[in-house]
């Protein structure tokens, strides 16, 4: 026998509240957690990494805290937290990349000197981890 949709909607409604607060789990609900606990993991790593990567590569012109203001002759090292950054770079995570890894600003024009190219010195996921790390970083 087959349900109306109205029944089989309440009835799955039903279902996954009482899942849900008795504590018992579908299969599809732990699989759901468990994606999520590692997504989780992954991005601790990531800004883990990238926090060593940023410390050992960029704070010295763009400090500690991301804040930049550094002075080179007439370049000024530029802040790299948020929400400047994402603002700057229209939200994207390539374009940053492209900054970093290829020394191009959001339009592809060529960064100030003297910050250059990281291609060949880190490798993109390297440049992501730095990203994953640089939005942790706050106005």
Sequence with gaps: MQLPLKASFALATMLLTTAMFTGIATPAMAS??????????NVAANVASGAALYASNCASCHMANGAGGKKFGSAISANLRAPGLEKTYHNSDALILRAIMNDRDEDGETLDKPMLAWKGILTNAQGKDIIAYLRTLHS
């Design 32 to 41: 759901a957690q468990t994606t999520n606990a590692n997504v989780a993991t």
